[in-house]
């Protein structure tokens, strides 16, 4: 466990500074299980020193049991900015294509209670950006494995629910609060 937390946190931190591609054989109870290949990504968002950036975590399958007892997870670090600028990182350690949706909390509502349609998606109405454009910012087709994808909203104070949209994915729990704070 504590090997997968160490790579998790060195993979974030070359995301952010615009690594090189490293592919790599995760060890016994590593990211991905025995001789898995972990691939991440060449690409990084443009910095914008007056904001913030959250580097939010998309996976699923076998890692997702090992670190979080779950098969999927969308994680935000950190979970609370200041009002501003925020650059949402979308960082795919999964096996299935991902992608990264923020949608505005009402007072009173909670992360996770949208209705899932026959689809298995929630509405995307009010969606106020989405990253799912490998190496680039915005919408696209999703990310696959490996991939990063940004978006970069000025966010005033409030709640946030961050989602994967992609079917059945926000029912299996892929969903997280980003809550932005006055400055």
Do not use: F, I, K
Request: net charge negative; proline share 7%.
């Amino acid at each position: 466990m504590r090997a997968g937390r160490v790579l998790v946190a060195v993979a974030s931190a070359a995301v952010l500074t615009g690594c090189v591609t490293v592919n790599e054989q995760a060890g016994p109870g590593m990211m991905h299980g025995r001789g898995a290949t972990v691939v991440r990504s060449t690409c990084a968002p443009p910095v914008d020193a007056s904001g913030s950036t959250v580097v939010v975590m998309l996976g699923d399958g076998g890692m997702m049991r090992r670190m979080h007892g779950g098969t999927a997870m969308l994680r935000a670090v950190p979970a609370t900015v200041p009002a501003g600028p925020v650059t949402l990182l979308a960082q795919n350690m999964g096996r299935r294509t991902h992608e990264l949706v923020v949608l505005p909390l009402a007072p009173g509502e909670s992360v996770g209670e949208r209705a899932v349609g026959v689809d298995g998606t929630v509405d995307e109405t009010g969606s106020l950006g989405e990253a799912s454009a490998p190496c680039a910012e915005g919408a696209g087709d999703g990310l696959t494995p490996g991939a990063v994808g940004w978006v970069t909203l000025d966010l005033p104070a409030g709640r946030y629910e961050l989602v994967c949209n992609l079917p059945r994915h926000y029912a299996a729990g892929m969903v997280d609060e980003l809550v932005v704070t006055a400055r």
